[in-house]
């Protein structure tokens, strides 16, 4: 217990000083092999080389990739333009657009920092014009949450790695989960929208959604490609990223959104991505070797004795959404999942519907203040204060709380498809 409790402290610590997250981590790992494991840290260095190897995480460069891909086109506007020309005459519809929008994009490219910079520079001011800075800055900032829950998600890609678990059965596991928070925040906009106006109605007729249909066909092939392929045993979820990524680029070209010169400087802004992301996967994974060896997680199970279900579900959630405030989501998923785990079994959680509990959770870290990279990613876009968009995202948390309480306690929701269709 006093190892843990120094662990803690080191890793906070450090992070809290605002020391990368990769160090804090790496920090920890060599403290419990000198200090606790008494192991020389030679086979450390082969688990942070080794560990990137895993299968399962090669699809990540290229989801990396169709998102960077995405946001240089003019993909994410055409299904800006479809979903606007289909709700054009319902209450709260360009909000209701943006959302959906959001979780089709989640649906591609499995990047939440990605969506909003994606979606945000098109949409902020007609948002504005219609909603307020508020709610459209709140919408905007907390969306691209969705991209981290709906599948081809990178947080449920690193959670199977961490867990064994399998890629498929948790991309379909996502699909409910995802649209639980679509149908509520929906519920949101409609109350805060006010009521359309007769004089800006539009015919909205069969051509003008026919002709935006039509335009986002291109981007609409994503999606059947990444998740088509995989469930329809034409791919592996590495061989749907790739073809999706090169099909991307394709596409791109096609349009004219981007030059054959573009191509290298989108691949070098994925590789910066990737080789952070990397190293903290390869870190993260070798502090659950350390803390295994140390028996960490038997030392987690003892804080838990006693406690039913709905209890220990409940404490997970509070500090799963306390973490996601200062960790990244894949640092996190791959700190605490392997300390979870053990116990989380023993009381008869499935490790899928548990993944989906760590998902949602840490996807509220993305746009909570202080350190919430999309709130970082739309001062950048919208030019806007830390102030302003804390404020925004208030009612939008409160929402996807109250999601992350429903999914927690209602299985079926992340459990039906897969053991319905896998």
């Known amino acids: 217990m006093p190892e843990l409790l120094i662990l803690v402290i080191v890793i906070v610590g450090l992070a809290v000083l605002n020391v990368p997250i990769y160090v804090a981590i790496l920090s920890g790992t060599v403290y419990l092999q000198l200090f606790v494991n008494d192991i020389s840290l030679v086979g450390t260095f ?30 994410g506007k055409r299904l800006i333009d479809l979903f606007s020309a289909i709700l054009k005459n319902v209450r709260g519809g360009l909000s209701i657009a943006a959302l959906i929008s959001n979780a089709f994009f989640g649906a591609i490219s499995g990047s939440s920092p990605a969506a909003v910079a994606t979606f945000s520079p098109i949409l902020y001011n007609p948002l504005e014009k219609k909603y307020g800075w508020k709610l459209s800055l709140g919408l905007l900032t907390s969306s691209g949450a969705l991209s981290i829950i709906i599948p081809p998600s990178i947080t449920l890609i690193v959670y199977a790695a961490a867990t064994n678990q399998s890629v498929a059965e948790l991309f379909m596991a996502g699909f409910l989960p995802g649209i639980v928070i679509v149908i509520l925040v929906c519920g949101y ?67 004219k959104d981007i030059k054959l010169k573009d191509i290298p400087k989108i691949i070098g802004g994925s590789t910066k991505t990737i080789g952070q992301l990397m190293i903290i996967i390869s870190s993260s994974i070798a502090f659950a070797q350390a803390a295994t060896i140390a028996q960490l997680p038997a030392a987690v199970s003892t804080l838990f004795e006693g406690m039913g279900k709905i209890e220990f579900l409940l404490l997970l959630n509070i500090v799963l959404l306390i973490v996601g405030c200062f960790f990244e989501t894949s640092s996190a998923v791959l700190l605490l999942s392997p300390l979870i785990l053990p116990t989380a079994l023993g009381l008869g959680i499935d490790p899928v519907h548990l993944g989906l509990i760590f998902t949602v959770n840490l996807s509220i870290g993305m ?3 202080p350190f919430g990279l999309n709130i970082f990613v739309a001062q950048g876009v919208l030019g806007k204060t830390m102030g302003e968009i804390s404020r925004s995202v208030v009612p939008f948390i409160v929402i996807y709380i109250v999601a992350v309480l429903i999914i927690t306690y209602i299985p079926g929701i992340s459990l039906l498809l897969p053991d319905l269709l896998l």
């Not at 959604?209 to 998740?227: D, N, T």
């Open 367 to 369: 746009f909570t203040p």
């Open 189 to 255: 906009l409609v109350i805060k929208s006010p009521p359309v106006d007769k004089s800006e109605k539009g015919t909205n007729g069969k051509s003008e959604i026919g002709e935006a249909l039509k335009k986002s066909l291109p981007v609409l092939v994503l999606p059947i490609i990444i998740l088509g392929g995989i469930y329809g045993g034409i791919f592996t979820p590495t061989e749907s990223a790739a073809v999706a990524a090169i099909y991307a680029a394709i596409i791109s070209l096609i349009l």
């Open 46 to 75: 082969n688990t942070i080389i080794e560990s990137i190897s895993k299968s399962s995480l090669l699809c990540i460069p290229f989801f990396i990739l169709v998102g960077n891909f995405m946001q240089s086109s003019t993909l």
